[in-house]
């Protein structure tokens, strides 16, 4: 075997070697993407429910949401203030969860769970009107259409709340 043939086998061996290890950098990439897509949808999952929670934690926080959402009685100025903050902090979080979503960043199951919530916020009177307030405020036009859309099939259905909705 001369020195050519050699030299022509040391770069054969050499471009599987290159090949094996971009092979190996290319699984390594995507074990990332996935810790990534796993880490972020953890992060949304506990905001999310850390804010649910923060707004039922008392009796009257409990009550003042029950009196907003299912319009059991009249609410005061500072209420609807305080309400409206709470709409565009919840809508606000399902929209950075959408958007996650819609990157491929969030996982499928989690995004839903949080959609479902949205849709449950939105079947009250008090968010559909905050809504039609504010979709026009700079928001991805694929989340206003399916806010949009929510908010329709909420007014064309009719509605059952209480202890089982």
Known sequence: MTLEEISYIGQAVAAVAVLVSLIAVYGQLQQNNKIARADLTHSIWLNAGGMNLSLYDTPEKAELMHRA????????????????????VAL?????????HKRG??????????EQGARLYLLS??????????RQGGHDPAY??????????????????????
Do not use: C
């Not at 959402?69 to 565009?88: F, G, M, W």
């Not at 009177?125 to 504010?134: G, L, S």
């Not at 206003?144 to 909705?165: F, W, Y």
């Open 144 to 165: 206003v259409a399916l806010i949009d859309g929510i908010v329709s099939d909420n007014k064309a259905k009719p509605q059952t709340r209480g202890a089982g909705a």
């Open 125 to 134: 009177p008090f968010v559909q009107q905050w809504w039609a307030n504010h």
């Open 105 to 114: 960043f969030m996982e499928d199951g989690a995004y839903k769970a949080l």
């Open 92 to 100: 606000g979080l399902h929209e950075a969860a959408f958007n996650a």
């Open 69 to 88: 959402l299912y319009a059991t009685a009249p609410l005061t100025e500072p209420e609807k203030l305080r309400l409206r903050s709470v709409i565009s």
